[in-house]
């Protein structure tokens, strides 16, 4: 009998060993399913913010604790936030109304790029956490333009361009549907969390014609005035669209009264710049209502978004 039970156990011996082995390597075999569940969390958030044209009206988003984001408690900073646009008599006319004012990625701060991705993350994060209560975008027209030259693109070869462009003209096009992606991530990352946002181009700039741009509009309710400067103190007319959401940017509205002459805004100066580059300047006037409009949008507001579950389903793809 104690030498059949010898021989039970000398076989049953490898199987036990088996079975301690499995049950040591269980912690590995549990690090490295977390490892990659990680990885594959961590691409899934980089695809999205790097192809993704921002979040819909109560999407949820949750890459935005995964990143370590915390929304703020409390009042929204009354703060604008300017993205490729700034200006010394606005920034003034909005302090005299005691807000601050920060500018993002234009010629006088060269330290931000919009399409570095640190500091696109790091914008998006500043905007999720509410650091700022208004955005205002000037997306950069150039590639847009139906006056550029040469022309890039048309209403049917809208998103791609021309077929038959040069490498580089290609690649000012590429460039300018990145900064036009980035930049609605940035509206519709705003829009979402209860940030006023104003949006303005040319009013024939092809970028209002993109179907993305008309989708974000409609999603988060868009509402639209138009502007032309002669109406406020400039020699040119330059017929500019501003879309906001918040209704009071009517205000700003004013059109041409016919009774005067223009300068065309075409070519270069005798000094050799762009004309349609002195004119991205504000007067003193159109300052103070732009100011007096945020803030009066800013006291109507609702942070609708304050309300969202954050904790909702699964990061979209």
């Known amino acids: 009998m104690s030498t059949l039970n010898k021989t039970s156990f000398a076989s049953t011996l490898p199987l036990l060993l088996n079975i301690v082995q499995q049950f040591l390597l269980l912690p590995i075999w549990l690090l490295l399913a977390v490892l990659v569940w990680l990885e594959v969390l961590a691409l899934t958030i980089f695809f999205y913010l790097k192809n993704s044209f921002g979040p819909r009206p109560g999407e949820a988003l949750c890459f935005a604790s995964c990143l370590g984001w915390n929304?703020?408690?409390?009042?929204i900073s009354k703060v604008m936030l300017g993205v490729f646009s700034g200006c010394s008599q606005l920034c003034a006319s909005f302090e005299k109304l005691g807000w601050k004012t920060v500018s993002f990625d234009n010629?006088?701060?060269?330290?931000?790029?919009?399409?570095?991705?640190?500091?696109?993350?790091?914008?998006?994060?500043?905007i999720y956490e509410?650091?700022?209560?208004?955005?205002?975008?000037?997306?950069?027209?150039r590639?847009?333009?139906i006056a550029s030259n040469p022309l890039l693109r048309n209403?049917?070869?809208?998103v791609d361009g021309f077929p038959d462009l040069s490498r580089s003209e290609r690649s000012l096009v590429s460039e300018g549907n990145e900064l036009l992606r980035r930049s609605l991530f940035i509206i519709r990352l705003a829009a979402?969390?209860?940030?006023?946002?104003?949006?303005?181009?040319?009013n024939g700039s092809l970028l209002w014609a993109h179907p993305e741009v008309l989708c974000c509009l409609q999603d988060y309710n868009f509402a639209k005035a138009y502007v032309e400067y002669c109406m406020y103190g400039r020699p040119y007319k330059k017929p500019t669209a501003i879309a906001a959401t918040f209704p009071q940017?009517?205000?700003?509205?004013?059109?041409?009264?016919?009774?005067?002459?223009?300068?065309?805004?075409?070519?270069?100066?005798?000094?050799g710049d762009w004309l349609?580059?002195?004119?991205?300047?504000?007067?003193?006037?159109?300052?103070?209502?732009?100011?007096?409009?945020?803030v009066r949008g800013f006291s109507c507001h609702t942070d609708v978004a304050a309300t969202l579950p954050l904790f909702l389903t699964m990061i979209p793809v």
Request: glycine letters at 8%.
């Open 249 to 271: 940017i009517k205000h700003v509205e004013c059109l041409c009264s016919g009774d005067h002459l223009h300068v065309t805004l075409k070519g270069k100066s005798a000094l």
């Open 155 to 158: 209403h049917k070869h809208l």
């Open 192 to 202: 979402w969390n209860g940030i006023m946002v104003i949006l303005e181009n040319p």
């Open 143 to 145: 590639t847009w333009s």
């Open 71 to 75: 929304r703020r408690s409390g009042a």
């Open 130 to 141: 509410l650091c700022f209560g208004a955005v205002r975008l000037r997306i950069p027209c």
């Open 276 to 294: 349609t580059a002195g004119s991205a300047s504000y007067t003193l006037e159109i300052c103070d209502i732009w100011s007096s409009c945020v």
């Open 107 to 126: 010629d006088l701060n060269k330290a931000d790029d919009s399409l570095s991705d640190d500091c696109f993350f790091d914008l998006l994060r500043g």
